[in-house]
């Protein structure tokens, strides 16, 4: 059965190594700088990972993610300093918080095509951000919220950097189960048949507002834990940090780097693209201002334009599942492409 | 208050000049260009250096750099201005985000982060008519912006080549089956729009300070006048700045800077899910050019 | 006989990923009405559009003794191939004028459209009294005649009608096919159509072919074909 076959493929030996590497690395190299890299890339892949499920899998992309990652952040820590309540539970809370923002968001922007879609949600991170810089009163605004340094499991603060390098690898595991989930299941078929055509989805009589609601509850949920575990690592959130739709763009970006609307993508572009921003900053950072980001820059604008796929396309010549990302009516002559630039 | 309308319509023909090339990008062709504002940032560091070593006003060099601007998107930027149009939307949004990206760190690394203005002749020239006071060169920008849009508007309406571009972006494979290279037109248009924004650039130099991350609050405003006022719809453009342009001088005393923008957001989806085609844009062009 | 104006051999063309036709063979001759007929999604307009230039394609299309292999869809017009596309194809927020003058938009073309639009007013008035409306705002009817017209703008010499009768009532189709046949006898124009109503096909064209799943199953005159009894079962329901 093909269900078999392809869960076979989602857990195969070079997946297994590519998925347990940094958390192996993390643990075996004793260099705190290394730890750290391992732990964002963990935790930038995750977010990638549950961007994808509801941009990848269902075509809904949205450049506004950051802010079920802030509202995560922001839940769990405001419950905690206020009601001393566990960050743990925090977590959740602010995961149920941004599902149901995400559905109501959902429901409103939905019908709203391609470029449309994304604007309006870029515009409403913004709205939050700017909500959460001027709602001092809640968020203490742009001095942001220092989260005490007392370890315990309870408290979701550890003095060791092994939890935080074992949470952060159940993170990506756990979003990347659950993408295979949605690669294999009926929902995930779903959102996939609308994502290629949405009036052919329909009338095969698939609700395709409900589908992509579901996507859109699950993957801002879990956006927003990472947002959590994000807090308690730094033990500091501001809107600057949690809020600025860098971190929309970084979730995007990792997935088409890796290969949207395939599972193991956006962890390979986390992989690549979180140390090669690492290290270009901490090599140029300081030295030449400004430089480090040319570079990224320019890295990111010819891997979209040259590999518009993604890095899993190289591998396989069909991605699974892969989104094509030129439009199809465009004509792909085999003698070349039309006309000459 | 009069004060307040004439600040507000001369901001909005300010407004809407920065905008006009952003409808043609984006509003014609339906490119997201989010290197805009770096457009803009690009060009008036250009009429800023040379001011500065040349000493030539701005507003003569506005007349270089656009030409200029436009040669090089037909010739050396041509590849990549059909590499952008036959990429998807959201690979429009990450390239031409990244470009902005690397254009304005460049800037950050050659010109460091300090403020910069000219000082030209006129640049502090204020005009009084009875209670009224406004900038002169603000009152040029406003003036332009005018001619600007009525002059593309004719040319977009009237002229062959207007309708080429109107049929390409209606329905790009019939307007090859037309006889049309369709490449051709893109890369004209945006070369067009490209050199309008680095006009506008020059423009803005004697008003406003330049450094590097200034491009993004013009881009901002330019996609909000540009959906507002509706995608494609050059008088929409104008009517657009000004709406905004009005908005701005009369709340400036009532709201903070990032109020502001939440308001301008806010109004942003409103237009998108209520009324996408915007203010003047035909019913049902919103659809164009989208999946 | 003569020479054919349009060889097709071999043909397998492919739209995205998926082959749509397979080994496809058909000929138009000068001063002919070919149809080529067959179920939805048999790969009728897929033909068209290789012809064209709008699909990828392999094997060999010959038009005038040149190939058309590697030509740009607009120097394929410049040929005088005009394909009228399914569903009209109108730019909806232009007016019937401003189609009609985008329609002479190859340069030869252009240089006659003054008087090839005061021909088409005269075929049509209709057209003429609607000028400046848009587009998008015509009845079918008059969709499809102003879809003509502009294919007519650009002088073709082999004219490609993609469904012309879809969606129209019968006395409108019974007009849009009289200025079909019209322009084939009168001005010589050889006219590939597509076409769902096959019947319809068989009455009005020289030739008809079938195709089925991407492959011509059967050919000859539309009114042989009319007797043969797998048509009359597949497609008449006779």
Known sequence: ?????????????????????????????????????????????????????????????????????????????????????????????????????????????????????????????????????????????????????????????????????????????????????????????????????????????????????????????????????????????????????????????????????????????????????????????????????????????????????????????????????KRPDRRRDGHGSVGNA | MSQLLVSGILLGGLYAMISIGLNLIFGVLRIVNFAHGEFIMVSMYLAYWTYFYYKIDPYISAFVIAPLTFLLFMTVFRPFVVKLADSSHLGQVFITFGIGIVLQNLALMLFSADYRSVDTAYSRMRIALGEVQFSLARLVVFLLSLVFTAALYYYLKKSYMGKTIRATMQNRTVAMLMGIDTRKVYVFTFALGAAITAFAGGLLLPIFYVYPTIGFNFALIAFIVVILGGLGSIPGTLAGGFVIGLTEALSGYFISASMKQLVYFCIFILILVLRPAGLFGQRGTEELGVK | MAEPLLKISNLNAYYGEVQVLHDVSLEVYPGEIVAIVGANAAGKTTLLKSISGLVRWQGDIVYGGRSLRGLKPNQIVELGIIHVPEGRGLFPFLTVLENLEIGAYAPNARKAAKETLEKVFRIWPRLQERQNQLAGTLSGGEQQMCAIARGLMGLPKLLMLDEPSLGLAPLIIRDCYAAIEDINKRDGTPILLVEQNVKLAMQKADRVYVIENGRIVLQGKGAELMDDDRVRKAYMGI
């Open chain 1, 1 to 325: 059965m093909t269900k078999h076959r392809s869960l076979k493929h989602e857990f195969g030996p070079i997946r297994i190594v590519l998925l347990v590497l940094p958390a192996l690395l993390a643990l075996v190299i004793p260099n705190a700088f290394v730890r750290d890299i391992a732990i964002l890339m963990m935790l930038w892949s995750a977010a990638a990972s549950a961007w994808n499920l509801l941009g990848g899998f269902a075509g809904q992309l949205s450049i506004g993610h950051t802010a079920f990652f802030g509202i995560g952040a922001y839940t769990s820590t405001l419950l905690y300093i206020n009601f001393s309540v566990s960050p743990w539970i925090g977590m959740i809370a602010g995961a149920l918080m941004a599902a149901l923002i995400g559905v109501i968001l959902g429901s409103i922007t939905f019908p709203l095509k391609g470029p449309f879609f994304s604007l309006s949600t870029l515009a409403f991170a913004e709205i939050v951000r700017i909500i959460s810089i001027s709602w001092s009163d809640l968020t203490r605004g742009s001095q942001g919220i220092v989260i005490k340094y007392t370890p315990g499991f309870g408290k979701f603060v550890f003095d060791s950097p092994v939890p935080y390098i074992l949470i952060a690898w159940l993170f990506m595991i756990g979003v990347y189960g659950v993408a295979v989930y949605f690669n294999n299941s009926r929902l995930g078929f779903y959102l996939m048949a609308y994502r290629e055509s949405e009036d052919a989805a329909r009338a095969l009589g698939i609700n395709t507002v409900t589908v992509r609601l579901k996507a859109a509850a699950i993957s801002a949920g879990l956006t927003a834990m990472l947002g959590t575990f994000y807090a308690q690592y730094i033990l500091f959130i501001d809107p600057e940090s949690v809020f600025i739709v860098d971190n929309s763009l970084q979730m995007v970006l990792l997935s088409l780097v890796g290969g949207i609307g395939t599972t193991i993508g956006p962890i390979i572009g986390g992989y690549i693209m979180v140390p090669l921003g690492q290290l270009l900053r901490s090599t140029f950072g300081d030295a030449v201002p400004g430089f480090h980001l040319v570079v990224y820059g320019l890295c990111m604008v010819l891997i979209l334009m040259y590999l518009p796929g993604g890095i899993v396309s190289l591998l396989n010549r069909r991605p699974f599942g892969g989104i094509r990302l």
